[in-house]
């Protein structure tokens, strides 16, 4: 299995902005999208939102919607996922995953395949 690796991140101050890249090599049989998940030290894994492979459809969480996007470079095979207005408790090891999902009235489902290694935002109040 190769894994998806991811790029980007760091330190930031808020109300800045970060674009994470994730490319994908390889697909479980049952996937069909690319989800981002992020783990804080206080909480678990949270799904912030992600991107169906073949038509481009995208969803965000409630709590990331309007700062936070989805967006995918089919040729590169990149997703990516562009972080604006950043807060300090957006700070978080942020995560790409393929996986299989469900967008049924505006709301998602990703049961995850393969995870990212993981990339570390920080912003800094």
């Known amino acids: 299995v190769v894994e998806p690796v991811q790029s980007g991140g760091g330190s930031v101050p808020a109300g800045g902005l970060v674009t994470l890249s994730c490319v994908v090599s390889?697909?479980?049989?049952?996937?069909?999208?690319v989800a981002w998940f992020r783990q804080s030290s206080t909480s678990a894994h949270e799904g912030i939102g992600g991107?169906?492979?073949?038509?481009?459809?995208?969803y965000t969480a409630d709590s990331v919607q309007g700062r936070f996007s989805v967006s995918q470079d089919i040729a590169k095979k990149t997703v990516y996922l562009h972080m604006n207005a950043l807060k300090p408790e957006d700070t978080a090891m942020y995560y790409c995953?393929?996986?299989?999902?469900?967008?049924?009235?505006?709301?998602?489902?990703?049961?995850?395949?393969?995870w990212g290694q993981g990339t570390q935002v920080t912003v800094a109040s």
């Open positions: 390889e697909y479980a049989a049952s996937d069909n999208c």
């Open positions: 995953v393929t996986a299989g999902c469900t967008i049924r009235d505006g709301q998602a489902h990703a049961t995850p395949s393969y």
């Open positions: 991107i169906l492979i073949e038509s481009g459809k995208t």
